[in-house]
């Protein structure tokens, strides 16, 4: 199975988080300082240690982004003072990340929505995954975001935009999926045991191939179904996995016996 795509952290990694951050504080201090006319437009500083715990817990990509984000900044000229159309006093830095960031959101949606346009198919229930609103694409806002929500509106850009290079979405689908699972066939069950033997990206790539990845899905469609219904209705999922290549090696008891 594909790997967790986890940056595998060492002291390196951190003297690199920890330099850049410091360096984007230090020159927000010495404007400051030098040059107070200007000073209200910068950014606010970076917690080093937030900065240092947010990319130990996602990936190689996610650590590069960070990286980049705050290097832009050091970039002579990015301090230039700009007002936005709403009458943001900000950064040429932050207009300019705010696009690029933008962007690239746009990028991943619509790669996920040429990928559901690929795999859709109508005897597997993808039709209409390329018109899931996941794929609706983000339009940059920072010229008409008004003063009072400017600062949130750029770190929440950058956030979505880390989750999707952590594959945080991924982690979050494989949780609801897992949940669903549990609420109806047991943590115990064998579908349970199978998916979470996945990866969220194998779990992902399913989701575009079949509709049986639907949270939906997982739920039997009868109000209280018997016993029964429910092993029937798991046994189907199972054989739709199977189908793909996935199955579940271990043994786990059910009712007593070792299927």
Known sequence: ?????????????EKLMRDTVQQFNAKIERIRNTRPDISRYQPDTIDVEEAVNRARGGTREGFKEMIRHYEAYLAAGAETPVTTDAGVPTTIYQVTENRRIATNINAYKAAGERKAKE???PYKGTMGRAKDEQFRRVKDRTQDTRVNAFDEYSRSLEERLLRYKNREYEQQYKENYLKAIGDNF??????????????????????????VTDITFVYDANASPTKEQINIHEQYILDRFSSYGYELTEQVPVDGYLL
């Open 186 to 211: 047991g943590q115990n069950s064998r579908l349970y045991k199978l998916v979470q033997s996945m990866t969220p990206s194998e779990l992902t790539d399913l989701w575009y191939r079949d509709a």
């Open 119 to 121: 795999n859709a198919s």
């Open 1 to 13: 199975m594909a790997g967790s795509g986890k940056i595998k952290w060492s002291k390196r990694e």
